[in-house]
């Protein structure tokens, strides 16, 4: 469901199905809250990669519409190709062993899951690794710390969607930020003030007959049981 196509009206299924995925982002990334580096996961990193994936795909795609065959972005947050190989370039220097062995074991077990053969079709149904590379890039290529919530939604909504649109998505994207503010706050409104189901990631029933495209790509992806 494309939030876009019905101009911010409330959509039951979506903001239910918006909760659970917010709770998949959130037990993914806090995979990495033991990577000691500073600031690399926060609160308000959930809500960033959340909304990065709403602004970027609105989670109905995972491979970029008429994109360079060459530089190709994928996953709902839509990483590019090169901007693929910064990051592993990054995450390999000798300073940044943490992230180099979190990375390369998230490659080794997604291979082992999806069992593709192409490393881009891999990445492209990785949920996992399309959050840690987002989460990376957001940490080492932002000059800025992210917006801290200080009990305004709608203005830390405004903050993320500027964010997002002068660091990620640049002034050479598409993304319109004052839309992006606007669905940004009429979702996380919802999900602030309802909490909603409770969310066990590895309940394949969670996800039958839902709306949206991440259903196919996130059942039976938790281990623990969550």
């Given at each position: 469901?494309?939030?876009?196509?019905?101009?911010?009206?409330?959509?039951?299924?979506?903001?239910?199905?918006?909760?659970?995925?917010?709770?998949?982002?959130q037990?993914?990334l806090?995979?990495?809250?033991?990577?000691?580096?500073?600031?690399?996961?926060?609160?308000?990193?959930?809500?960033?990669?959340?909304?990065?994936?709403?602004?970027?795909?609105?989670?109905?795609?995972?491979?970029?519409?008429?994109?360079?065959?060459?530089?190709?972005?994928?996953?709902?947050?839509?990483?590019?190709?090169?901007?693929?190989?910064?990051i592993e370039?990054?995450?390999n220097?000798?300073?940044?062993?943490?992230?180099?062995?979190?990375?390369?074991?998230?490659?080794?077990?997604?291979?082992?899951?999806?069992?593709?053969?192409?490393?881009?079709?891999?990445?492209?149904?990785?949920?996992?690794?399309?959050?840690?590379?987002?989460?990376?890039?957001y940490?080492?290529?932002?000059?800025?710390?992210?917006?801290?919530?200080?009990?305004?939604?709608?203005?830390?909504?405004?903050?993320?969607?500027?964010?997002?649109?002068?660091?990620?998505?640049?002034?050479?994207?598409?993304?319109?930020?004052?839309?992006?503010?606007?669905?940004?706050?009429a979702?996380?409104?919802?999900?602030?003030?309802?909490?909603?189901?409770?969310?066990?990631?590895?309940?394949?029933?969670?996800f039958?007959?839902?709306?949206?495209?991440?259903?196919?790509?996130?059942?039976?992806?938790?281990k623990?049981?969550?």
């Amino acid at each position: 469901m494309n939030i876009a196509e019905k101009d911010l009206v409330r959509y039951d299924e979506f903001y239910i199905e918006s909760d659970r995925l917010l709770r998949v982002i959130q037990s993914y990334l806090d995979e990495f809250k033991n990577i000691t580096y500073n600031g690399f996961y926060t609160e308000e990193s959930v809500d960033l990669d959340f909304l990065t994936g709403l602004f970027e795909t609105h989670y109905n795609t995972t491979r970029q519409i008429k994109g360079d065959p060459d530089n190709m972005a994928l996953g709902y947050t839509q990483v590019e190709y090169k901007t693929r190989l910064d990051i592993e370039r990054y995450c390999n220097r000798s300073d940044k062993k943490e992230l180099g062995k979190v990375m390369e074991r998230l490659w080794g077990e997604e291979t082992r899951r999806l069992c593709l053969l192409s490393k881009d079709d891999i990445f492209e149904n990785s949920f996992i690794l399309n959050l840690f590379y987002t989460r990376v890039w957001y940490w080492y290529r932002t000059p800025k710390r992210i917006p801290i919530y200080e009990d305004d939604l709608e203005l830390y909504c405004e903050k993320l969607s500027y964010y997002h649109k002068k660091y990620y998505n640049t002034k050479h994207g598409k993304a319109d930020q004052e839309f992006n503010k606007r669905e940004g706050f009429a979702v996380l409104s919802e999900l602030k003030k309802e909490p909603s189901i409770k969310f066990r990631q590895s309940d394949g029933e969670a996800f039958k007959g839902c709306n949206v495209h991440f259903n196919n790509f996130l059942i039976g992806e938790n281990k623990d049981g969550k």
